[in-house]
């Protein structure tokens, strides 16, 4: 019981404090871990590791991945809802917020400044991607079939199944 | 329309491969392009709200963009799609077979995805980019943004910074027309 009380606690904290998402956590996560001693050294790594091989939020993959270690499906299931349970409350009230003052001539002008911002970091965010992705001659072919395809309307989805089956013929 | 928003949201957490960003792509197709629930305009004010607080940008965006379209209903909903793939995926893995991520056709199946990604944000980062940076105020925000994250600057931060900005100058537009 007292496993399962430690192990919200430290989720909701987690939840709380991760501003800048994903990787951000990180540190937060590894203090948690060391205090309470639920993975060790070598796992820690091997969750990322499994983290950057799955889909889904990284805070996902470490709250499921501890939660099934400390009580099994339901310790997951626990962990899970904690991490993402302030950020949701959160968002919704500043989604509340938000719908009351659209309108209103400030949050416009805040606006406006605000999404050529977002634009800039989906930007930042594609060129952490790029580092990683190009590494030889290959990923460029892989690249160039990829936005042949996405500028013909293939779907998203196909267009990553499609790169995947080019990297297990190619590499 | 709740069970659409699952299925769609259900596919984004299916499909976001390399971190939080690389969903862009996938929701605006979905939720913009074809369903046409939110404009490009929209979509980016979710954007950047939902980054304003802590937590995953795949759930914090799920999340508003639920409540945009229907509520907290709605909410629950996009956040239990978004939230389930890689719930399920990780309960597999954790019960079966730790070493997955260190076999070899997976790792090679996802450096082949890699690069898709990268083109895959790239053009979403075109099509919001064209919609968006239409004059020269907006062109030298993002320019500025961008550099400032590059240099290491926190995201929260640099969102401060950007919103402070349109602000003021919104703020010099209005007492000048007046």
């Known amino acids: 019981m007292q496993a399962l009380v430690n192990l919200a606690r430290a989720f909701l904290q987690i939840g709380a404090f991760s501003f800048g998402g994903g990787y951000a956590m990180i540190p937060l996560l590894r203090e948690q871990v060391e205090k309470y001693g639920w993975l060790t050294e070598g796992e820690f790594f091997d969750i990322i590791g499994i983290s950057e091989m799955t889909p889904g939020p990284v805070a996902i993959n470490f709250a499921t991945f501890i939660g099934f270690k400390v009580g099994g499906f339901w310790g997951s299931a626990l962990a899970t809802g904690c991490v993402i349970l302030v950020p949701v409350i959160l968002v919704l009230i500043l989604a509340r917020l938000f719908s009351a003052y659209e309108d209103v001539p400030w949050v416009k002008r805040i606006l406006q400044g605000l999404r050529p911002a977002t634009i800039a970091l989906i930007a930042s965010a594609l060129l952490f991607v790029g580092k990683g992705a190009f590494l030889d001659a290959k990923s460029l072919i892989i690249a160039g079939i990829a936005g042949i395809l996405l500028q013909r309307g293939l779907h998203p989805v196909l267009t990553l199944i499609v790169g995947a089956t080019l990297g297990v013929v190619l590499y | ?178």
């Open chain 2, 1 to 178: 329309m709740l069970g659409k928003l699952f299925l769609i949201f259900l596919q984004i957490g299916a499909f976001t491969f390399g971190g939080g960003y690389a969903m862009v792509p996938l929701i605006q197709r979905e939720v913009c392009t074809k369903q046409g629930w939110l404009t490009d305009q929209d979509f980016l004010n979710c954007l950047a709200l939902a980054q304003s607080a802590p937590g995953p940008l795949a759930i914090n965006t799920a999340a508003y963009i639920g409540y945009r379209l229907r509520g907290t209903a709605g909410a629950l909903v996009a956040v239990l799609g978004a939230a389930l793939p890689s719930f399920a995926i990780i309960i597999v893995v954790a019960s079966f077979f730790n070493r997955f991520a260190t076999l070899a056709p997976v790792q090679a199946a996802f450096r082949g995805m890699r690069p898709a990604i990268f083109m895959l944000m790239a053009y979403a980062v075109a099509s919001l980019g064209k919609k968006t940076l239409h004059d020269k105020f907006s062109i030298i925000v993002a320019m500025m943004s961008l550099g400032l994250l590059l240099l290491g600057l926190p995201t929260f931060v640099v969102l401060i910074l950007a919103g402070t900005i349109g602000y003021v100058r919104g703020g010099k537009r209005d007492a000048s027309s007046s």
